[in-house]
């Protein structure tokens, strides 16, 4: 009786850990469900100077095209899914893809000069 109980216990303990690898595959760890699920749109992948490939989300939600757009610079990894680098306001002509994100490397860590703020 005792084994069973310790079994089902692992058992759904295994089950929330894949729920919940599954659902940071989708939405990254640092990003909030709503925006990210609804409102963003991708962007141009950023390569690292070792190969590292991050992808980029704006969130294009309808009152943003009036200022500076959020952004968020993910990465992702085999075990842990999807996470949050980098986030920010940019400029509309970088949220737009009118012009290309201007950044440095911090080894394998992109830096961008992100806008003061919303507006």
Not at 3 to 30: D, H, N, Q, S, T
Not at 79 to 104: C, H
Request: charged content about 15%; overall charge neutral; proline content about 4%.
């Amino acid at each position: 009786m005792k084994y069973k109980l310790l079994i089902v216990v692992a058992c759904i303990l295994l089950m929330l850990l894949f729920c919940m690898r599954l659902y940071y595959e989708f939405v990254p760890r640092g990003a909030s469900l709503e925006p990210f699920v609804g409102y963003s749109r991708e962007l141009s992948t950023i390569n690292s100077p070792a190969g590292k490939t991050y992808r980029v989300f704006v969130n294009d939600a309808g009152a943003m095209h009036s200022g500076n757009h959020w952004v968020w610079v993910v990465g992702h990894h085999w075990l842990t899914g999807r996470s949050v680098i980098l986030e920010g306001y940019v400029t509309p002509q970088y949220a737009t893809g009118e012009a290309e994100l201007v950044l440095q490397w911090q080894g394998e860590v992109p830096v961008i000069q992100f806008a003061a703020g919303r507006s």
